[in-house]
């Protein structure tokens, strides 16, 4: 049987490749904020960096290419129409997740350390940090290899679209958003972000068969939108949900390298705008 077989094309630092973080917090105050945060949530992200490494943190800003981080919108708190409300007696999350090793680090060693002394302010709310969980078996931090070690050569995968996900078509005058998670889609995002994220190459059969190789089975998601009007964006049809698909696909190591695109969901997410937390999702497993 054929292996499958990761090969680094640079060598990377001594490290975790991904990483994720969920941040326990308390509101100082109960209060009315928007429903979506997702736009606050990156610009503290990048008022922290910038404390950090300056550099970087304008770099990354700057980039045009996939950035190597996600943050999610507010997690938590009680919805009245297009508010939350936020309560000392009601703990939220925010949910942070590395692409690189060098960010892994930036984020574990110099951002949590900060925000867990001072604390954090979302759409002028101060927010204290109670606690990090550092995922299931508090270990949420992976290398390549650890992450390709167990993946499965099923026939099947199930995703969990956890926070609203959206695709944007390309080849149409002016575009178009895609909310529905076409295997195409789903699979063709994952990887592009693997080959923008990460050194190591996988098959390039893979992507071309996609189409041909993925089938959706069944799809039990919620439609929604989200507004990004402050952020001249408009706004953008998502869904949430899961969503199951069949792999038709003989060669053990390409069903492999699928399921492996499948784990990376929960660092990448899918999609468009993960960034201002759109798109988190992760495999679900068994």
């Not at 550099?55 to 990354?60: G, N, P, Q, V």
């Not at 956890?162 to 998670?181: A, H, L, Q, V, W």
């Not at 038709?248 to 999609?271: C, M, N, V, W």
Request: net charge positive; glycine share 8%; aromatic share 10%.
């Amino acid at each position: 049987m054929i292996q499958l077989t990761i090969q680094p094309i640079v060598h990377r630092p001594v490290g975790y490749d991904f990483g994720s973080w969920i941040l326990w917090l308390r509101p100082y105050k109960q209060n009315l904020v928007p429903r979506w945060l997702g736009r606050a949530a990156q610009a503290l992200f990048y008022s922290e960096l910038s404390d950090v490494h300056g550099e970087l943190a304008t770099y990354i800003h700057d980039m045009s290419r996939l950035k190597p981080f996600t943050v999610s919108n507010l997690i938590g708190a009680r919805v009245l129409d297009d508010m939350q409300k936020l309560s000392p007696e009601r703990l939220v999350r925010l949910r942070v997740t590395s692409m690189h090793p060098h960010m892994t680090a930036i984020i574990q060693n110099g951002i949590l350390p900060a925000l867990k002394h001072k604390g954090l302010s979302l759409h002028r709310q101060k927010l204290r940090v109670i606690g990090v969980d550092y995922g299931v078996g508090r270990s949420n931090f992976k290398t390549v290899e650890q992450l390709n070690a167990f993946s499965s050569d099923s026939h099947q995968i199930k995703i969990h679209f956890i926070s609203p996900t959206s695709f944007k078509r390309t080849g149409e005058i002016e575009g178009y958003y895609d909310p529905y998670p076409h295997a195409e889609l789903v699979f063709g995002s994952l990887f592009q972000k693997w080959r923008d994220a990460t050194p190591y190459r996988l098959s390039t059969q893979l992507n071309q068969s996609i189409p041909n190789m993925v089938q959706l089975n069944h799809a039990d998601i919620r439609d929604c939108e989200i507004s990004f009007a402050r952020g001249q964006k408009g706004v953008v049809p998502c869904f949430t949900g899961t969503a199951t698909y069949t792999i038709h696909e003989p060669e053990s190591y390409l069903r492999r390298q699928l399921h492996l695109l499948a784990k990376f969901a929960t660092y990448s997410g899918i999609g468009v705008q993960t960034t201002v937390g759109l798109g988190q999702a992760r495999a679900i497993i068994g």
